[in-house]
């Protein structure tokens, strides 16, 4: 489990407590190899893909605005941080939420974001 651990921490600097839980309850059902097939499957479809570690950020956390999901979206604008986006690239994601989702959608964004740099600093 400390291999899972260590892939969150190169990803966003740390473990989310939401994987911690599920690695937790992994153990205490003697589940963990369930939990290991599914981070095999999350591994592939993020490490072994076309896209680099920051367009991979800005598209989880695009794609998470779009679906108002404020605390993943949280995670990801940071985690496209740790990737070397820029605060304007970030911004982008913004504008192009404000155009899919209406300004709902980009006042999530703009709050994800500015709590990403509160945390990255």
Request: glycine content about 6%.
């Amino acid at each position: 489990m400390e291999n899972i651990r260590k892939k969150y921490e190169e990803l966003l600097g740390f473990v989310p407590e939401n994987i911690e839980k599920r690695l937790k309850l992994a153990a205490l059902s003697d589940e963990t190899d369930a939990i290991e097939i599914i981070e095999k499957y999350r591994e592939k479809l993020i490490y072994n893909n076309p896209l680099d570690k920051k367009t991979q950020q800005l598209v989880h956390f695009a794609l998470l605005i779009g679906g108002m999901h404020k605390e993943p979206a949280k995670l990801h604008a940071k985690g496209a941080l740790k990737a070397g986006a820029t605060v304007k690239e970030l911004f982008g994601v913004c504008e192009t939420a404000a155009i899919t989702g209406g300004m709902p959608a980009f006042s999530l964004a703009v709050d994800c974001v500015f709590e990403a740099m509160e945390k990255s600093v």
